[in-house]
């Protein structure tokens, strides 16, 4: 990642890492509890390398604000849900 700078490389590894958890089901009203868990792991892993490895921190910084929108779209859904 460091040495090749390639915006390309960095999308792919997005994508597949966030497809990597695959298919999975939950309780509709759970909201983003999963997803918000995930991203701040993403955070922990990012901040640790950010000095040495910044363009790697930089890829698991977008891979957390990714899980924490969905976890927001989640939570939206969940009490959209809960008021019907």
Known sequence: MEEIDSR???AGLHA???????V???NPLEG?????ELGRQYRKWAKAMTTRWPKTA???NSLAETYEHFGRFEDV????????
Do not use: P
């Open 8 to 10: 390309a490389l960095e």
């Open 32 to 36: 983003g509890r999963t997803e918000r």
């Open 24 to 26: 999975f089901t939950k």
């Open 77 to 84: 859904s969940a009490e959209r849900l809960d008021l019907e």
């Open 58 to 60: 930089r890829l698991l």
């Open 16 to 22: 597949g890492r966030f497809n990597q958890l695959g």
